[in-house]
Structure formats: structure tokens, C-alpha cells
């Protein structure tokens, strides 16, 4: 490809669009990776993501927004799950539960419904590169959201993402702190599915949060690292994408992978 | 000193599954009192004071502390202000905390910095909890606790405090919790500990009975 095209690509508009959501998306959800990797609840995207698919086939059934009830009950079903975090065995277990429950839910309101399975998908596995300006949007306060949550509660968090017993006898309300990030990692997650698709969840996430966990010597460090990651690896990525020709979504999670895979080299050195 | 807290347990029962491992222990301890626990591994000491923190169910019984049964989420907060833990076991996961963050967790951080400096831990302010050896690590967690005592707590629980210390640091430690002036509960198999303590309890079977000397 000779440059001419590139600058030619770059000043379409959904390839600006999608360069800003990386962006954003990169710049913030990092964190709740970060968060993800703290709570030790990893599964949780798969889970967010199928309760994310009810909720859509949900607003489908009663004629609301579908996107904006899937948000809503990743939302609520993140506040729900928090209080098990205090079991022993922590929240991993539920996560798998919930997912195949919501599944399966999802696939019964649809055939309820009358709905075609496949409209719901769509709306459930969203492209980078079909990103609406409200979309933009949507994923701006999302991030907002999760960087003043990371400012104001920074020190609480760092002591909980330790060691929740700890965190506790710290007098630190854990119980509505852990709610309070379920929500935000739910909703977020539902964001992110609806906004980039499945795979891009992983990239924007999980991915800068492993390498900064390799990374990083302390909460902050790694949030840093993290955030880092996540807008170099995907606007190099998405660059790849664009000089190559080949679909976004393979490309930025191997982009961002290699990245996260160095960093497990360098945590040997 | 007015502060130290009063601890009164009766009939306590707690559970593992279906297994007692607290079973019906009483035992009241005044304000101000040293009590050693002592008694062989996975008798029930660490369960006990977790359930004080109201970190382990009670099955039976109840645990006062300054005359308050705790029974609503901010009764427990409460309590949990008013003691100061160092706990056996440290971390369930492999996340990584600063040092001087974990200090900034004491009621009072200040003492507790200046407390760390004087057990020769100060230097390592910036490093990782996980970068440290186990005595290292009880060190600051000891620093913290009397920081936490130092704004206010009455009753320190300290659960094996000196199982990863040399010699000069499993004495030094004994003198330190001995100086203070609040209720402490120490599970110990150190009898030099044991011996700066007023009373002796042995745990075996999840029961305990008084054996000071
Ligand atoms: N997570 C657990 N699950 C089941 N049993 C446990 C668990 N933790 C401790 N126990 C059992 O509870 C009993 C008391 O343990 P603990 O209070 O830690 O003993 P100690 O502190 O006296 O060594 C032991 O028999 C131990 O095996
Ligand atoms: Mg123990």
C-alpha cells in the first residue's frame, strides 16, 4: 500500500470514528482490567457478555432500547454477584454459573419473542469499525466513569485488590466498594462487546492488565502500564489493520497479545 | 489505660462444612489483660481470632467486645476500628501492595512509619510486600497494628507474630507487644512470648482451657 491510499483511509470517517473509540477505549478500560485481574474474576467478561445478549433480547421483547437494557442488566447483575466475593471461594465459580444461565435465558426470550436470534447477535457483537458517533459517545462516559472511580478510591483500592480481609479490618466499606466496581467492570464490558465486538473486549482489557501485572510494582505503576499498553498496542494495531487491509479485530488482539507476551519475557529476565 | 478494650466470648461454635473447629470456648478478658494462645497446629487459634474480626461465621455463641455483640454490618465495621490484626497468614493473591501503602492503612500512620523505621523496616517503604521475607513482612504488619493502637484500638489480635523472626527479632517483638497498654490476644508457639503474658490459654480440638503457669 503506497501512502496516498493511507491518507485517503485515514480521512474516512468511520476510520476516525474507530481511531478515537480505540483510543478512549484504550486509555480507560485497561483499568478494569487491572480491577479483573485483582479480583481474581476473569470469566467475567464471557459472563457480562452472554447477560448482555438477554438483556438486548430482552429490550427486543418489551420494545426498549436493546442496548440500553443489556447495559442495565450488566449492571445490575454485577451489583447482585458482588456480595459473593466475601465467600471463600470468591466469584470465579458464580461467573460460569451466571453465564450459562444468562445463555440459556437469552436464547428462551428469544424464541418467546418471536425475534430472529441472528438481529440480537448483531447488536450484541458490535465493529470498531461501525462505531456511531453515539457510540462514541456512550464509550466517553463509560470511560469517565472509570477514571473517577480509579482517582477518588485509588488508596481503598489498592488495599482491597491485596487482600479483601485486610482491606476490611482497615475500615474500608469492601461490601459497597466491591458493588461499586462489579457495576462499573459489567457495564463496561457490556460497553465493550456492543461497541467492539468480543474479541476486542480481550485488548482493551484483559491484555494491557496481564502485561501490566508483569509490569507494574504496585497498583499505580500498574494502572499506568496498563493504559499505556492499551493505546499504543491498539492504534498500532488498528494501524496494521489499515496497512494491510485485513479486518480489525484478529489483528489489534495479536497486536496487543505479542505486547503482553513480551512482557511475561522481560518478567523472567 | 481507659482505652484498652473488655472481651467476653461464650459457648462459641465455628465451623469448617459441617466440623467444629471452635467448639464451645468461653472466655472473658478483662481490659488491659495479655493472653497467650497457645496449642498445637490447626487447633482452632487462627479461627478464633478471625471470628472476633468477623471474618469467620458463628455458628453458636457470642463474641462481646466492650459490651457490644456485633450483629449489623456497622456494629462489625465498629469493631473492626477498634482492633488492630496482624494476621498469619498474608495475601491470597499475588497482588502487589507498597509498603508504605499497607502503613497508610493504620489508624495511625504516622507511629506506624516511625514504628516500622525502629524494627529496621523504614528502608523498605517502597518496595513491594511480596519483595519481602516473612520476617520482614511480620515487621511491618506489627508496625502497622501498634500504628493502628496509637489512634485508638484497644485490643490487638496478633495471630503467630514472631514464627518467621530470628532470635533477636522473636525477643525483640515479645518486649514490643508486651509495652503495650491495650488487651492483647497473641497465638503463639514462643514461650518467651508466652512467658511476658499474664495468662495462658491452650487450644486443642477447638477447645480451650486455662493453663497459665
Ligand atoms: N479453609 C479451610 N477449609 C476447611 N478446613 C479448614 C480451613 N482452614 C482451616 N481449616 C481447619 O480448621 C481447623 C482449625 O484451623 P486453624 O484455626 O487455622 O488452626 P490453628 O491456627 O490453631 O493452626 C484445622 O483443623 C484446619 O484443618
Ligand atoms: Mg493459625
Redesign the pocket.
Known amino acids: 500500500m503506497n501512502l496516498d491510499t493511507l491518507v485517503g483511509l485515514l480521512q474516512l470517517i468511520p476510520v476516525q470514528r474507530a481511531i478515537i473509540a480505540l483510543a478512549i477505549a484504550g486509555g480507560a478500560f485497561p483499568i478494569v482490567g487491572v480491577w479483573i485481574i485483582g479480583l481474581n474474576i476473569v470469566p467475567v467478561r464471557f459472563a457480562m457478555m452472554h447477560v448482555a445478549l438477554l438483556g438486548i433480547a430482552l429490550g427486543m421483547l418489551i420494545q426498549l432500547e436493546p442496548t440500553l437494557v443489556g447495559l442495565l442488566l450488566c449492571g445490575v447483575t454485577g451489583v447482585l454477584l458482588a456480595p459473593l466475593a466475601k465467600r471463600?471461594a470468591g466469584l470465579s465459580g458464580p461467573m460460569g454459573l451466571v453465564m450459562t444461565m444468562a445463555i440459556a435465558a437469552a436464547l428462551l426470550v428469544l424464541s418467546l419473542s418471536g425475534v430472529n436470534a441472528n438481529g440480537a447477535f448483531e447488536l450484541l457483537w458490535g465493529s470498531i469499525l461501525a462505531t456511531r458517533t453515539i457510540d462514541v459517545v456512550i464509550l466517553g462516559i463509560v470511560a469517565t466513569i472509570i477514571i473517577v472511580v480509579y482517582v477518588v478510591k485509588k488508596r481503598d483500592l489498592a488495599l482491597l485488590l491485596y487482600d479483601r480481609e485486610v482491606a476490611l479490618c482497615s475500615g474500608i466499606a469492601v461490601e459497597q466498594l466491591t458493588m461499586l466496581l462489579m457495576f462499573v467492570i459489567a457495564v463496561a464490558i457490556g460497553a465493550a462487546v456492543h461497541l467492539t465486538g468480543a474479541l476486542l473486549v480481550d485488548s482493551v482489557t484483559i491484555l494491557p492488565a496481564i502485561a501490566a501485572r508483569n509490569l507494574g510494582r504496585s497498583l499505580q505503576h500498574m494502572v499506568w502500564w496498563a493504559v499505556g499498553i492499551g493505546i499504543v498496542g491498539n492504534l498500532l494495531g488498528f494501524g496494521l489493520t489499515l496497512v494491510l487491509n485485513q479486518p480489525p479485530g484478529p489483528l489489534l488482539v495479536i497486536t496487543v497479545g505479542l505486547i503482553t507476551l513480551a512482557t511475561f519475557l522481560r518478567k523472567r529476565a | 489505660m481507659t482505652n484498652a478494650t473488655a472481651l467476653h466470648i461464650s459457648n462459641l461454635v465455628?465451623r469448617?462444612?459441617s466440623?467444629p473447629?471452635?467448639d464451645d470456648v468461653s472466655l472473658a478478658i478483662a481490659p488491659g489483660e495479655h493472653v497467650a494462645?497457645v496449642?498445637?497446629?490447626?487447633?482452632?487459634?487462627?479461627?478464633?481470632?478471625?471470628a472476633i474480626l468477623g471474618l469467620?461465621p458463628i455458628y453458636a455463641g457470642q463474641i462481646v467486645v466492650d459490651h457490644v455483640h456485633a450483629q449489623s454490618a456497622a456494629d462489625w465495621r465498629q469493631r473492626q476500628q477498634r482492633i488492630a490484626w496482624m494476621p498469619?497468614r498474608q495475601a491470597s493473591g499475588q497482588f502487589p501492595l507498597l509498603v508504605h501503602e499497607l502503613l497508610a492503612s493504620s489508624r495511625n500512620p504516622t507511629v506506624a512509619h516511625d514504628i516500622a523505621s525502629q524494627l529496621e523496616v523504614g528502608m523498605l517503604a517502597d518496595r513491594p510486600l511480596h519483595a519481602l521475607s516473612g520476617g520482614q513482612l511480620q515487621r511491618v504488619f506489627l508496625a502497622r497494628a501498634l500504628g493502628s493502637i496509637a489512634g485508638g484500638a484497644g485490643l490487638l489480635l496478633a495471630?503467630?507474630p514472631t514464627a518467621a523472626l530470628d532470635f533477636g527479632g522473636q525477643a525483640a517483638v515479645a518486649t514490643v507487644i508486651a509495652a503495650q497498654q491495650v488487651t492483647v490476644l497473641v497465638?503463639t508457639h514462643d514461650r518467651t512470648m508466652a512467658s511476658h503474658c499474664g495468662r495462658v490459654i491452650e487450644?486443642a480440638n477447638?477447645r480451650a482451657r486455662e493453663v497459665t503457669p
Open positions: 471463600p | 465455628c469448617f462444612g466440623t473447629v471452635v494462645i496449642g498445637s497446629n490447626g487447633s482452632g487459634k487462627t479461627t478464633l481470632l478471625r469467620h498469619q495471630d503467630e497465638v487450644m477447638g
